[in-house]
């Protein structure tokens, strides 16, 4: 098919579908009339009685019109407070997106209201994953005990969740570097920890990350992240090189078949030469 | 923390409570030990706010000025401009700081309340951090004077960006402060009205902490007799997380330039920063920092971090500082000058300080050791 032809016909078939708040977000932002637009996204947004779908709508175009800075300033406010209005609203999607922009901002009555739903589980407005993640965006709140004790008890996405938060915790260290060497753990929750570890700790992440680089026995995939983040690690710190741990990864590229050890092990060998 | 609430409530009701008020400003009071920053800027704000009805005695003043000055969150910053509605004599940096906080805050007004202690929507009649800020001013009124010039700057430059409540708002502070008898210019040497941080601590005695374990950015370990004898020192602290862009990162900043004035004047003096938050702030993380605000790091210009515990630099120099579960929840800005023998000769605090005002200090602390 021709792709002009493609485009036109997609973009028309875009139009038609799109409601009133739709097109108003998809209109250029810096042609929009704010002082029109805004006070009808809000009364969208915070209407009840409109369908979910035009409602989400209006939120996802207040959301874009914040990014005109100077511009939304002087709604800025009234779209917050509309955005607290409609965290503990019916309809989960809403909430969850609602609650998501207050947190990126740190907002406190979001963050009450997401301690609240991981201390009483039942009465949760999002998912506990989700939870801990929009908790996260907060390195100086008092959540991370929190985040310990649920890190315990928490199972899948919600524990990776949990490790997450728990990088910008200097006392996870030890939970980082005990997850990081352990080869029972999920791939993902190693994966994890390494950049935890190397974020809390770059020269305890350096230590454990060299055993697992010249350990045969561990998985390529954690071999081969170990190295990378050696190699980044070494090039950010601007480290001396190590002739000991050259040696060990230049034997590890020439007697490896995995193309991801040779690939990084390559890397950290250029690093070397710089 | 919603006994603590309760108790502010209890003083805001009763007579001659403000002392008691400002005791729970203090960053190292334990209304503050243990909570995030966020809580501690809440507790902050709703006692700031209880000296509107209870009256701003003069030493609660510098914790209004310093917030109106550094503070970034609206919520705490709108609590302080109500506090000055308490005042009963009005510091002559108050209005030209007012302006200020308008200037900063007009990107990121938020609705405020401080009828009750817990966060959450509005009830009626919403008000704005910019909107308290300007009724403030507006109720100042002759004494705000010396502002009105660059509030109608801002409102000619920035007009934009308010909305038509604050903008209103702003309009009866301007017709209030132009219908004002004329009175004279506030502090006469300061840059636009406003002064600097001035020394206000006794020498004290540094060399209790002489053996105490250091690293620089480097990785190189030294004691703090080894990083600062034998010279004047000017000694600041900071913490890389730090979320206000006008403290931490600014006083970096600024140490760095003061490091390049040292040299300029041939001043043979330390210039070093001290992290709040040394398990966090490895040397990697200091080293980019430094790098980052244009640190020209030498043997006479450092950041570190304790080895052990941070206490004995806390206690040493009084420093207002608080932690939460994680890292610091809140410090006040805090420059300490030493002379060659480790005793304390100068303290800035609370305040921004001025390069001129901490270079004469570490003179005076090398004439002591020519004496």
């Known amino acids: ?274 | 923390m919603h006994d603590l609430a309760a108790r502010v409530d209890e003083l805001r009701r009763q007579p001659d409570s403000a002392r008691e008020l400002v005791g729970m400003l203090f960053e190292q009071s334990p209304s503050y030990a243990g909570r995030g920053t966020n809580e501690a800027e809440r507790v902050r704000g709703y006692v700031l706010a209880s000296f509107e009805t209870a009256g701003l005695p003069p030493e609660g003043v510098p914790f209004v000025l310093e917030e109106l000055e550094l503070g970034n969150n609206p919520y705490t910053v709108a609590a302080a401009a109500r506090a000055l509605r308490g005042a009963r004599e009005v510091p002559a940096d108050a209005p030209a700081l007012l302006v200020r906080a308008i200037e900063r805050l007009r990107g990121a007004d938020d609705v405020v309340s401080f009828d009750r202690f817990t966060p959450g929507p509005a009830r009626a009649d919403p008000v704005t951090a910019l909107t308290e800020l300007a009724r403030t001013l507006a109720g100042l009124g002759p004494d705000a004077r010396p502002a009105l010039d660059e509030l109608r700057r801002l409102v000619e430059s920035e007009g934009g960006t308010f909305s038509p409540v604050v903008t209103a708002e702003l309009a009866t502070a301007m017709n209030a402060l132009e219908g004002a008898r004329a009175t004279p210019a506030a502090g006469c040497c300061s840059e636009h009205g406003i002064g600097g941080a001035t020394p206000v601590s006794l020498p004290g005695a540094a060399s209790e902490i002489a053996a105490l374990a250091l690293e620089d950015q480097d990785g190189s370990r030294l004691s703090f007799f080894e990083a600062f004898a034998g010279r004047p020192t000017a000694l600041t602290f900071f913490y890389t997380r730090c979320q206000n862009p006008e403290k931490c990162s600014l006083t970096v900043t600024r140490l760095a330039r003061l490091a390049r004035s040292c040299e300029a004047q041939g001043l043979d003096a330390n210039v070093a920063g001290i992290t709040y938050d040394a398990a966090f702030d490895r040397p990697a993380r200091l080293r980019g920092y430094g790098a980052d605000r244009a640190m020209a790091f030498s043997d006479r210009c450092r950041l570190l971090r304790t080895l052990g515990p941070f206490d004995p630099i806390q206690a040493t120099f009084d420093l207002g500082v608080g932690f939460g579960p994680v890292t610091v929840n809140r410090h006040r800005l805090d420059l300490v000058v030493l002379d060659p023998a480790l005793t304390v000769t100068a303290q800035f605090e609370r305040r921004l300080w001025r390069e001129t005002a901490v270079l004469d200090a570490l003179l005076a602390a090398a004439d002591v050791q020519a004496r």
């Not at chain 1, 637009?37 to 809000?42: A, F, S």
């Not at chain 1, 989960?92 to 963050?111: M, N, T, V």
């Not at chain 1, 929750?189 to 770059?202: D, E, F, H």
């Not at chain 1, 590890?252 to 890397?267: D, L, N, P, Y």
Request: aromatic share 4%.
């Open chain 1, 1 to 274: 098919m021709d792709v002009a032809k493609y485009r036109e016909r997609y973009e028309a078939q875009l139009a038609k579908a799109a409601t009133s708040a739709e097109e108003s977000a998809a209109a250029p932002l810096g042609e929009q009339n704010l002082e029109e637009q805004v006070p009808d996204l809000l009364a969208t947004l915070q209407n009840r009685e409109e369908p979910v779908a035009s409602r989400t709508a209006a939120l996802e175009a207040l959301a874009a019109l914040d990014f005109l800075g100077p511009r939304f300033a002087p709604f800025r406010a009234r779209y917050k407070e509309a955005l607290r209005d409609v965290a503990t609203d019916q309809p989960q999607e809403l909430r969850a997106q609602a609650l998501e922009l207050l947190a990126i901002d740190k907002d406190p009555y979001a963050q009450e209201l997401l301690v609240q739903g991981l201390q009483e589980p039942t009465d949760a407005l999002v998912p506990e994953a989700q939870a801990i993640q929009l908790l996260g965006y907060d390195d100086h709140a008092e959540v991370v005990p929190l985040v310990r004790e649920v890190y315990e008890r928490a199972t899948g996405v919600a524990r990776e969740e949990a490790l997450r938060v728990l990088a910008t915790d200097p006392e996870s260290e030890q939970l980082f570097t005990r997850l990081l060497k352990d080869k029972s753990e999920k791939r993902s929750i190693r994966q994890l920890s390494a950049s935890g570890l190397q974020s809390l700790n770059p020269e305890a992440f350096d230590e454990t990350a060299r055993k697992i680089v010249a350990d045969d026995d561990d998985y390529n995939d954690i071999r081969a992240t170990a190295l990378a983040a050696l190699a980044h690690g070494r090039e950010a710190r601007e480290t001396p090189v190590d002739p000991k741990l050259v040696e060990t990864v230049q034997k590890v590229g020439e007697s490896t078949r995995s193309r991801s050890i040779r690939s990084a092990a390559r890397r950290f060998l250029q690093s070397t030469e710089q």
